[in-house]
């Protein structure tokens, strides 16, 4: 039964990007970005289970009836995720592939501003730490900078703003002195801060960029087959030496791809496992459903003061992070996340599956942006690449965090251009 399950789940999925592909694969960009999600942090994972049998979840044993419970949650996500895309673009779809206006450069100019603006804030904040960013740059100092806040931990994460402006002044071509300086000092400023996720939504604005401007021909495959591979090699170079990096040991750095260890990447997957041992712990009433506590209500605690709360504590961890704890019988300090079906089914059972997975595929749609352009374009990417964290890591706070910062650029553009339109009408 569990191959027959893996079998029709990934068919649906080949399905998906093979009928992407013949409607014209330039319109269903958004769509192969999260069929990309869906192959390697909810599929992949069952399947090199299943093919070294391997039913452990951490110290969770699962049963092939669990294995089968959690893949049938992951079929139902996937059709009524599709549903809601293909339903949304039977709507929409004229609304969002109508033609627009040429698009200009206007931005440039206070763009590279603003992303000077944010670099050197986040930088100076981070110099205020009690670690010497020179040593760290040198190699003097070992300190372990995972999590790194230097100042003061809002400002740090407004290192997601970066990601974005390094798309932007891509995009607007931003001049070279200008990339040449400020992007390696982005990429350092990252490596101090940790998160591999934000390499990799820098790699996918790039490409998204790239699939918007160029249609599909061998020499755009090449190239796109070209970048993926770069993509790769920096990936695993990432994440092989993150503590390397952490901790100013430079000279111990791997760079031949022969001795990365890829294991890796399937623990890095994991998801849909963690997704099995939660759906199994609610079946043997270990758990409690939340019903949206976790989803809706902690993201406004995350970012309340602490002294709105009793002994200016905040009542962590939520919810959904204590049943994934229970579930695997671990600590915390494990750090496992379930993905967005997990979430759903945590927060809500088999409606909540039903009910967000179709709601998800039907704003998916609205998010291709082939045909957009200036600040809806970006608008766009900002929302697509911050769900990366709510469909991989199953935490709505995941996504309006790193939502929040990215469209910060976008809102003082916006409100540079009102104030310009502004005097510009003066009598």
């Known amino acids: 039964m569990i191959l027959v399950l893996l079998l029709l789940i990934t068919f649906i999925l080949i399905l998906a990007v093979t009928l992407g592909i013949f409607d014209n694969y330039r319109k269903h960009i958004v769509l192969f970005f999260y069929c990309f999600i869906q192959g390697f942090y909810l599929i992949f994972a ?32 996937l059709v009524f995720f599709y549903m809601g895309y ?15 206006s040429q ?28 670690i010497s960013l020179f040593d760290i740059l040198v190699g003097k100092e070992d300190t372990a900078t995972l999590g790194f806040k230097g100042g003061t931990n809002w400002i740090s994460s407004m290192a997601d703003s970066l990601i974005l402006l390094m798309i932007m002044t891509t995009h607007y071509k931003a001049p070279f002195v200008f990339k040449i300086i400020f992007f390696p000092l982005t990429i350092f400023l990252f490596l101090i801060l940790g998160f591999r996720y934000r390499f990799l ?26 970048l993926l591979i770069f993509a790769f090699y920096t990936f695993m170079f990432f994440s092989e030496n993150r503590i390397q990096f952490y901790t100013g040991k430079y000279d111990d750095l791997k760079y031949n791809f022969t001795e990365f260890e ?37 993201p406004l605690i ?18 959904q992070i204590e049943n994934i704890d229970t579930a695997l019988e671990v600590p915390r300090s ?13 927060a809500y059972s088999w409606f909540g599956v039903i009910l967000l997975s179709f ?69």
């Open 334 to 346: 494990y750090g496992q996340a379930c993905t967005f079906v997990g979430m759903a089914f945590n």
């Open 103 to 130: 698009e200009s450069g206007g931005h440039k100019k206070i763009t590279i501003g603003i992303y000077v603006f944010l670099f050197l804030l986040i930088g100076i904040n981070a110099a205020m730490g009690e």
């Open 262 to 298: 890829y294991g890796s990447i399937h623990h890095n997957a994991l998801g849909s496992i963690v997704d099995f041992a939660l759906q199994k712990s609610f079946r043997e009433d270990k758990t409690k459903y939340d019903y949206g506590v976790s989803m809706f209500v902690y």
């Open 86 to 100: 293909l339903i949304s673009y039977s709507i929409n779809g004229k609304r969002v592939f109508c033609s627009i």
């Open 46 to 77: 069952p399947w090199m289970n299943y093919i070294f049998d391997d039913f452990e979840a951490f110290n969770v044993r699962l049963s092939e009836s669990d294995f089968v419970f959690g893949l049938v949650a992951l079929l139902i996500h």
């Open 359 to 427: 709601i998800f595929g039907f704003q998916a749609f609205k998010l291709e942006f082939v045909n957009s352009s200036g600040l809806d374009l970006f608008f766009k990417l900002a929302v697509i690449l911050s769900s990366f964290q709510l469909y991989t890591r199953g935490y709505l706070g995941l996504f309006l965090l790193p939502l929040a910062f990215m469209l910060l650029p976008l809102l003082l553009i916006k409100a540079k251009n009102l104030e310009f339109n502004g005097k510009s009408t003066r009598p």
């Open 201 to 226: 939504l820098i790699i996918f604005g790039f490409v998204f960029l790239f699939l918007r401007k160029n249609y599909l021909k061998v020499k755009t495959v090449f190239r796109v087959l070209t």
């Open 302 to 319: 995350m970012i309340a003061p602490s002294s709105f709360f009793e002994g200016g504590e905040k009542p962590y961890p939520a919810p």
